[in-house]
């Protein structure tokens, strides 16, 4: 039986886009500017015990038809099949999370992206690292400050492989992942996502991990704690204290449909009470 088939009409529909059906670079950083800020970053179904799938018809039903969003797994294995079904090249990679962790800590590839050939140029593209998420395809080739319709990002050369950083308010560069083309199969996908989503130290499981892109701003949830970051200002951060408030900032701010998660409304209450 072959695997089913991305709705493209499904998919443009979800993120508000009407263009050209080509291999573009236009295309390219259309897409990747809509999805972020229409499919948010979030880990439900960890938090929950129930399993993160990444077949196709799963990260259809889930992230297109239900309203929901993922984590980098699930968005960016969404985002290769739409831009392989436009005609794209496009290569799985993983990479090391260094967003929070010091330089000498290496951690494990529990992070996904995409290297995408667009015009005769190779991308780097990533719609799946929450509150950092790029919202623009970076040039693999250049080492100089990049924009994006969000902040500026740059691709630093370190030991064999690239760090992707991001440009901070004051000039200050932060690392946000390490990765390299090592040959990646769905078998590592596959091994990251379980791990990511089910060990019993991972942040997913623990607690929430929500973030949406929008104009001018980025919204990003850690637990009870709202943080509303204006581009080029400051960051303003509130204590979610119930979980009927931090429901409302799910669905209000990340647009996320919250239909049949048994047990959601118990964890936020939990969530709620913790000491920030």
Request: aromatic fraction near 8%.
């Amino acid at each position: 039986m072959s695997a089913p088939a991305i709705d493209l009409d499904a998919y443009f529909k979800r993120v508000g886009y009407d263009g050209p059906r080509d291999k573009s670079l236009a295309t390219l950083r259309r897409l990747h500017e809509l999805h972020p800020q229409t499919i948010p970053f979030e880990n439900l179904d960890p938090l929950l015990g129930r399993p993160v799938r990444l077949d196709l018809a799963s990260l259809q039903d889930k992230l297109v038809q239900s309203g929901r969003g993922g984590y980098c797994f699930e968005h960016n294995t969404l985002l290769a099949a739409v831009l392989r079904a436009l005609g794209y090249a496009v290569k799985e990679a993983t990479g090391r999370v260094r967003w929070g962790i010091a330089p000498e800590v290496r951690m494990p590839r529990t992070h996904c992206l995409l290297i995408v050939e667009a015009e005769g140029e190779r991308y780097l593209a990533d719609v799946g690292f929450g509150g950092n998420t790029l919202t623009g395809p970076l040039k693999l080739e250049a080492r100089e400050a990049q924009a994006t319709p969000h902040e500026e990002f740059r691709l630093v050369d370190e030991d064999n492989g690239i760090v992707a950083q991001e440009a901070l308010v004051g000039g200050q560069w932060l690392a946000t992942y390490a990765f390299d083309f090592t040959e990646t199969y769905p078998a590592d996908f596959e091994l990251g996502n379980w791990y990511t989503s089910a060990h019993p130290n991972s942040l997913f499981v623990n607690g929430i991990l929500g973030a949406r892109a929008d104009r001018g701003r980025r919204y990003g949830l850690r637990d009870n704690q709202l943080s509303v970051h204006t581009l080029g200002g400051k960051t303003e951060k509130t204590t979610l204290a119930s979980a009927r408030e931090l429901r409302d900032a799910l669905t209000d701010l990340l647009k996320l449909r919250l239909d049949g998660l048994t047990g959601l409304d118990d964890k936020l209450a939990r969530l709620a009470e913790r000491t920030p």
